[in-house]
């Protein structure tokens, strides 16, 4: 298994690898070798030592692992550092974590109260994964997101709280992040649309009745809408990044 995991850093990684700098210079991978041993000893209720290796792993790669998780094989950790993995929290083969990865618990549950990732998964760095959950196989959790919820197999899933973005037929697409929708301005932008509607409709009904604005309250309501759109419109398009 330990070698399957050495493997795959060089199928993930996109920098050429060779097996030597693998072996001693990537934490994920030994923060997997100090987590296969810590799992062994816990699997035969050994006390203590399971959770001193795990806290020495924790200290010499900053990725922290329960020793009662169940990790699947060819799981890569890619940079590791700030990894956290619950006690009762299940990875699937395949598996890809970046750096900020929380598999962690609410606090709320008793028993299982970890999530479950499925095979082919990948969650993004600082994504937190959170409660008794299912994550289906090859599910794509972006960077940052807050995922509390079940997420079908196939899907990406992007925000706090976590929603699904793309479905299986956008799957292929779905890993360019710098392609993501930005889900709160597209709510935001048809709000916006609505309300200028509104808007015009309350013009014509003003006008259909007779009612008359004076020329200084109507200025006054123009720049008040103009200043009020501009500062929208320069959000929708992502003004500032």
């Known amino acids: 298994m330990l070698l399957s995991d050495l493997q795959t ?8 690898v060779k097996w030597l700098e693998a072996l001693f210079c990537y934490p994920g991978f030994h923060a997997l070798v100090f987590h296969r041993l810590a799992s062994l000893l816990y699997s035969w209720s050994i006390p203590l030592f399971p959770r001193f290796i795990s ?4 200290f010499l790669t900053g990725v922290e692992i329960h ?9 890569f950790i890619k940079h590791g ?17 970046y ?5 962690g618990g609410t606090g709320k549950q008793t028993g299982k109260r970890h999530p479950t990732i499925g095979n082919n998964a990948v969650v993004g760095a600082d994504a937190k994964v959170l409660g008794s959950i299912n994550i289906g196989d090859s599910v794509h959790i972006v ?4 995922v509390l919820r079940d997420v079908p197999a196939n899907h990406t899933v992007m925000g706090i709280p976590g929603r699904i973005v793309y479905q299986e037929k956008d799957l292929v697409n779905s890993i360019q992040q710098n ?13 916006f649309e609505r ?7 309350v013009n014509r009904l003003q006008k259909d009745l007779g009612i008359e604005v004076s020329s200084a309250e109507y200025k006054k309501m123009e720049a008040t809408s103009k200043a009020s759109n501009l500062l929208i419109e320069e959000f929708l398009d992502g003004a500032g990044i």
């Open 67 to 75: 020793p009662g998780a169940k990790i699947g094989k060819r799981v």
């Open 179 to 191: 392609i993501l929708p930005d889900m709160e301005a597209k709510v935001i932008g048809i709000l």
């Open 99 to 103: 750096q900020g990865v929380t598999l």
């Open 81 to 97: 550092m700030g990894v956290v993995i619950g006690e009762t929290a299940v990875v699937g083969n395949d598996v890809v974590i």
């Open 195 to 201: 309300v200028r509607n509104l808007e015009q409709e």
């Open 55 to 58: 806290h020495l792993n924790r």
């Open 143 to 146: 960077a940052g997101s807050v």
């Open 9 to 16: 850093i060089s199928e993930h990684d996109r920098a050429p």
